[in-house]
């Protein structure tokens, strides 16, 4: 069974600029989860999307946010880049529903310069 | 104050010794505990979770969970340097939602 897919794995970003990450979740999962890690925050949670709907979302700014797909995919856009948007993140898939383990991907890093 | 503390540590340990981590947690709403290993350059994998109070065996691991005190524990026995990694806690809402706490980077020396 393949795991949940992550791209790109590395992404270098100029202040200001916009970027879209991609998660392709377990097939049959039909929540995706996107976390923020930074050494010095940890994991954060910034939304979950379950059937296309945002069920859940953490305090990240307006500049964060997703969409998911009819098939599962889900996409992350970051607008207007800062310094402190440098991360890994990182999208976790489940099936959404009941006692749920989640699945991580590899993640993104995303450096701003 | 967060919702999850842990102390990041690092904690280093000889092979074969047992390794102690622990996380406490502020919200009673939490219903489900997970521990999570992570590896560097790698997402987070889950170990082993746990609903309520009380002790669960997974092989070398177990989870501890005290609701009265909202405390969380794991342990590993018989330590393997295979076992250097981040271990995370995560508590669990209901609504399907993680809050993991900074993660405990453990070195098992051979």
């Known amino acids: 069974k393949a795991g949940v897919t992550q791209t790109p794995r590395y992404l270098i970003k100029t202040r200001g600029q916009q970027v879209t990450l991609s998660c392709s979740p377990i097939?049959?999962?039909?929540?995706v989860s996107w976390y923020q890690q930074t050494p010095g925050q940890g994991l954060q949670f910034l939304f979950e999307y379950f059937s296309e709907t945002q069920r859940n979302k953490g305090n990240f700014p307006g500049r964060f946010s997703g969409r998911q797909f009819s098939n599962s995919r889900s996409e992350m856009n970051v607008s207007t880049l800062e310094l402190g948007d440098s991360a890994l993140y990182l999208c976790?898939?489940?099936?959404?529903?009941?006692?749920?383990?989640?699945?991580f991907g590899q993640g993104t890093r995303l450096t701003v310069v | 104050q967060k919702e999850v503390e842990q102390d990041p540590g690092p904690l280093s340990v000889p092979e074969g010794a047992i390794v102690s981590l622990n996380c406490t947690y502020s919200?009673?709403?939490?219903?489900?505990f997970m521990w999570y290993r992570q590896y560097s350059r790698k997402g987070p994998e889950l170990l082993m979770y746990?609903?309520?109070?009380g002790n669960k065996e997974d092989g070398r691991f177990t989870a501890q969970v005290d609701k009265s005190s909202k405390y969380i524990s794991l342990f590993i026995r018989d330590s393997q340097p295979s076992d250097s990694a981040t271990y995370l806690c995560?508590?669990?809402?209901?609504?399907?939602?993680?809050?993991f706490g900074k993660g405990n980077q453990v070195v098992v020396i051979p």
């Open positions: 995560a508590p669990v809402r209901g609504n399907n939602r993680l809050a």
């Open positions: 746990t609903y309520s109070s």
């Open positions: 097939s049959g999962h039909r929540s």
């Open positions: 919200n009673s709403a939490f219903q489900y």
């Open positions: 976790a898939s489940s099936h959404g529903t009941g006692v749920s383990e989640a699945f």
